[in-house]
């Protein structure tokens, strides 16, 4: 929607008698008040339900259809073309006068804007009846809005919501085409390079998977799931809805894994001596290379503001109903397959056997994730006729399975597959009793034994019960499928409503709506479109409340409510006229500017009752103290920059209990006593008013502050420098962040996926993604704090990989951190998380250089076997004795016994339990014994001035600088704080 005035004449001449004429039936008149025609254009049908998706694609269509003249008039895209019908320009002015103007009207019942718009469209005044449909249902939403409370009018409020939506209108038309390319291949015009203006195609999915089905080594079964991929496919060429496209995804989640699967068994090892033969080798030899497109990730189309939430509602609240319904309908399956005659699909005994190895696998998994008591003796009852073997010896075996290595893995398997690249770091356990004569019973008694009693569980309302029965039920279900390979199960969807089983539906239009399924497709039905959404159901009813949380933002707020101090303390004020006997002076901000010369206050008085007190951490607050003048100087105009306080935004929060009754299909929720808060966030904006060299200004003597990161926190070193003489000065002050969540979030990351039970609604879904959160906000402001305390430049790794492997959480973590002070990364989302800390015109206040080898060099002699000329053997041995254990390092020093505080004579006390167990460096030429993180840290921070220094050395380059390089900035030796490994100053 947009003023009509705005919009029309927002485009050339030529182009906009015509666009006039198409949206208004002729060309009206500049003067006319009132804006319409994102929902009142007589080409877009009126459905009450459309969802703001299709209307956007609806116009986006008839943009590209009706007025392609209009690009060659004004130069726009599509994006830009949309956002001026929608009147998301001007810094959404247009949007914002429509939105308060219309919703005024709309309070009165509409008619005023319904005659408007008739008296400058002939259509619409042969066709009132439909025009006053559209108008009150949108008197109908409008009335659920509340009243504007802060301010006079909405218009008052920072149109935040038109920023919104013009960033989601971007982001659909962006990742739609995205997705289309990606799915049905495009031409690109190639940028670079000798065939620079030429063009190539990039294969989309839809023709790699043609390949697929041709591929010899994929089995019928890949074939007919790649066949089913290729038909959605066709589908979704007239165009991409949510629906298909979360089908697809779930489809080529299990086409992967099965192309992966046949080529490891195809190819079980690669034969190659060096790196490039490996990468070769993987090329032709490795599903995830040869068929690369199909393993990018496919995104989804972003939703309207809020959309997401409503969906997860609607389901939500007949969270109930899914899970009943489901439940009845695995019933009639069961029912089905108890008289049917039973026709496993295994080819001979040894694939039996290895099919029954897998399940004991599966449920000693769930044994140990169960949420609750329920299915415990049901797992140890399938395990009591069961008798281990490892290393010739009989076991306990679900005893024996919880036997952990150091690394938190569990080592021990029934089944392993001859093709995993585990197979060498885990043992096996024999199960002798499993053989081919034995197989038929022992499935026959887990699919007996492993069906929930539904009846009892829904009656007593557990959720934990539920969460476990609908995981006994998936593994149920999958030796159905397996055993009743050729049985006909009749789909029946007509019991399941579409709305809350979509995936069944979508998945039943794939096959062309067959009565019958058997075989992989009778179980894909089950398990994605049926068990997937019970589990959903469960999930959502697991969560016990949920915080309801509503964001506003105020135009011109600085001066509505502004900033000021008292007392050493920052407040925010609801400035009130008070006289001067009533109120206490303070020091109230005019304007929004730091940088030295605007910082001004004024003396005001202020009645006490009116000033909110800022509370936040102390590293939040120093940004607030440095704005302050000293001796006449901010921080903000030493460092060059300057400081602008955006509109504060206010956040309203309320906490609402939920409390499910099984028994009659209802919800209660109830406001939970003293949880409602407000909170006032106010935000900066940073950008610099002198040229320097990448956020830094040279000048004689500089100051870098190193970080390391380590297992369980990050040591950071701050030295001072001289440009002149390129020496460092001194070591101005060093510590470690210790930061458990760290540690947390790398040693529990399987466990916390294992078991935790999904939420919904306006807070962090999981407890993983929760303390992830925390745990870069608390590492940021702490290096933040630092950072401002010491005026330092912070100095970042490239990148980490010395002691975490696999998923990379603590990677994850550390990247976030840096992110935001180095610099810009190339996605979306990380342009935002810069923005979010620095603002849109921050720079970068931090730097990066490559860490290698600064574990390993002496801080007193600067040895580095690394430099040492070192055959490949002795380099390891001496890196080992370099970085011993903390037993080790214990058993051989007496004099640093008291660094364990050890309780219990294991070498697991406190120093470990902050600073893990390699945190050691003992140098292999004068024997000094220094802190490794923090050796580390030094050194990165010297290696950055030295690089600083040696500008010839290119900065994409992180191994350009010799070791003889960053020794020669090092000029002094007596480093004790690297020897003193003191707890107490950790």
Not at 208 to 235: K, M, N, W, Y
Not at 236 to 261: A, C, E, F, P, Q
Not at 313 to 337: Q, W
Request: charged letters at 30%; proline letters at 3%; one cysteine or more.
């Amino acid at each position: 929607m947009r003023r009509m005035t705005e919009a029309v004449y927002a485009v050339e001449a030529d182009a906009k008698k015509n666009l006039a004429l198409e949206w208004f039936g002729y060309d009206p008149t500049p003067n006319l008040e009132y804006a319409y025609s994102a929902f009142v254009h007589p080409d877009i049908p009126f459905r009450s339900d459309a969802s703001a998706k299709e209307l956007l694609f609806a116009y986006r269509d008839m943009v590209t259809r009706v007025h392609p003249d209009l690009y060659g008039a004004t130069g726009d895209n599509t994006d830009e073309v949309l956002k001026k019908v929608f009147g998301l320009f001007n810094n959404h002015g247009a949007f914002s006068s429509y939105f308060n103007k219309v919703i005024r009207d709309l309070r009165t019942g509409g008619d005023a804007w319904e005659e408007a718009i008739v008296s400058v469209s002939p259509y619409w005044e042969k066709h009132r009846n439909e025009l006053h449909t559209r108008i009150a249902f949108l008197a109908e939403k409008v009335s659920i809005l509340p009243e504007s409370r802060f301010v006079t009018g909405w218009h008052n409020y920072r149109s935040s919501v038109g920023g919104k939506i013009e960033s989601w209108v971007s982001n659909v038309v962006r990742q739609e085409k995205d997705i289309r390319d990606q799915l049905f291949g495009k031409v690109e015009v190639i940028q670079k390079g000798k065939e620079k203006g030429k063009e190539r195609k990039i294969l989309g999915h839809i023709q790699v998977l043609t390949r697929v089905i041709g591929d010899p080594v994929f089995s019928q079964d890949v074939h007919l799931l790649a066949e089913d991929c290729g038909r959605l496919l066709e589908r979704m060429k007239s165009g991409v809805n949510d629906s298909d496209l979360s089908l697809y995804r779930s489809m080529l989640g299990d086409l992967r894994i099965s192309m992966n699967v046949a080529y490891q068994g195809k190819y079980p090892f690669l034969d190659y001596n060096t790196e490039k033969e490996r990468k070769k080798e993987e090329k032709e030899k490795r599903a995830h290379m040869v068929y690369a497109p199909l393993y990018a990730d496919v995104k989804l189309v972003p939703n309207f503001l809020g959309d997401s939430k409503r969906e997860v509602y609607a389901k939500f609240i007949r969270s109930a109903e899914i899970l009943k319904t489901g439940v009845n309908y695995i019933n009639e399956v069961d029912m089905i397959c108890a008289t049917a005659t039973l026709s496993p699909r295994f080819e001979d005994s040894s694939d039996a056997i290895e099919f029954v190895l897998k399940q004991y696998e599966m449920l000693r998994k769930k044994y140990h994730t169960l949420t609750s008591t329920r299915f415990l003796h049901v797992i140890e009852g399938l395990f009591r006729h069961v008798e281990g073997e490892m290393d010739g010896e009989v076991c306990n075996v679900l005893e024996k399975v919880q036997t952990k290595d150091e690394q938190g893995r569990n080592p021990y398997v029934f089944f392993r597959s001859s093709f995993a690249r585990t197979g060498g770091r885990v043992k096996k356990i024999e199960l002798p009793g499993v053989t081919a004569d034995t197989v038929p019973n022992i499935l026959d008694e887990m699919i007996t034994a492993l069906k929930p009693r539904w009846e009892d569980i829904l009656a007593q309302g557990n959720v934990h019960d539920m969460v476990d029965a609908v995981e006994m039920e998936k593994v149920r279900i999958g030796i159905l499928s397996a055993l009743y390979y050729d049985v006909s199960v009749t789909l029946r969807c007509e019991t399941l409503p579409e709305e809350l089983f979509s995936s069944a539906h979508a998945l039943s239009a794939l096959k062309g709506h067959p009565d019958t399924l058997s075989g992989n497709d009778f179980g894909r039905f089950i398990q994605t479109g049926i068990l997937t959404e019970m589990k959903g159901a469960v999930t959502k009813m697991s969560r016990t409340e949920f915080v309801e949380r509503y964001v506003a933002q105020i135009v011109g707020s600085e001066k509505e409510f502004p900033l000021c101090a008292r007392d050493g303390q920052w407040y925010i004020a609801q400035e009130k006229p008070t006289k001067k006997e009533e109120g206490s002076m303070v020091e109230v901000k005019d304007g929004k500017v730091f940088d030295g010369t605007h910082d001004t206050y004024t003396s005001r008085y202020i009645d006490s009752e009116e000033l909110l007190p800022i509370l936040s951490s102390r590293y939040h607050m120093q940004f607030l103290k440095k704005t302050r003048l000293v001796n006449g100087v901010s921080w903000w105009e030493k460092k060059g920059m300057r400081c602008s306080l955006g509109e504060y935004s206010f956040i309203a929060e309320r906490t609402v209990n939920l409390l499910w009754n099984m028994q009659k299909n209802t919800l209660q929720a109830k406001e939970k006593d003293d949880s409602k808060r407000v909170f006032v966030s106010v935000p900066f904006s940073l950008s610099s008013i002198k040229k320097e060299d990448n956020g830094v200004r040279l000048s004689d003597t500089v100051r870098y502050m190193g970080i390391d990161v380590g297992e369980y926190g990050l040591a950071w070193t701050i030295i001072d420098a001289d440009t002149k003489t390129k020496k460092v000065t001194r070591i101005v002050k060093h510590g470690f962040i210790h930061e458990p969540l760290t540690h947390h979030v790398r040693e529990y990351v399987s466990v916390l996926k294992q078991n935790q039970i999904k939420g919904t609604f306006g807070m962090p879904n999981t407890k993983l993604e929760r303390l992830r959160e925390n745990a870069i906000g608390s590492l940021r402001n702490k290096v933040h704090s630092i950072v401002i305390r010491y005026d330092a430049v912070p100095v970042y790794e490239f990148e980490i990989s010395n002691f975490e492997t696999g998923s990379k959480r603590v990677t994850v973590l550390y990247n976030s951190v840096k992110r935001a002070d180095v610099g810009r990364g190339g996605s979306e989302a990380d342009k935002a998380e810069v923005d979010l800390v620095w603002g849109k015109k921050g720079k970068n206040i931090g730097k990066q250089i490559g860490a290698y080898g600064t574990s390993y060099i002496c801080s007193r002699c600067g040895y580095s076997p690394y430099d040492a000329s070192l055959s490949r053997e002795d380099l390891h041995t001496q890196k080992e004795k370099s970085r011993p254990s903390l037993k080790d390092f214990l058993e051989t020093r007496s004099e640093f016994k008291h660094f364990s505080l050890q309780k219990d004579g294991k070498y697991s006390g406190e120093w470990k339990e902050r600073r893990g167990n390699s945190a050691i460096y003992v140098c292999q030429k004068c024997g000094h014994v220094s802190d490794a993180d923090m050796q580390a840290s030094y050194r990165i921070a010297a290696k950055r001035f030295a690089k600083d220094m040696y500008e010839h050395k290119k900065e994409e380059d992180s191994t350009a600088l010799s070791f003889e390089d960053i020794r020669s900035v090092h000029t002094f030796e007596d480093n004790h704080f690297m020897t003193r490994l003191d707890i107490k100053k950790m």
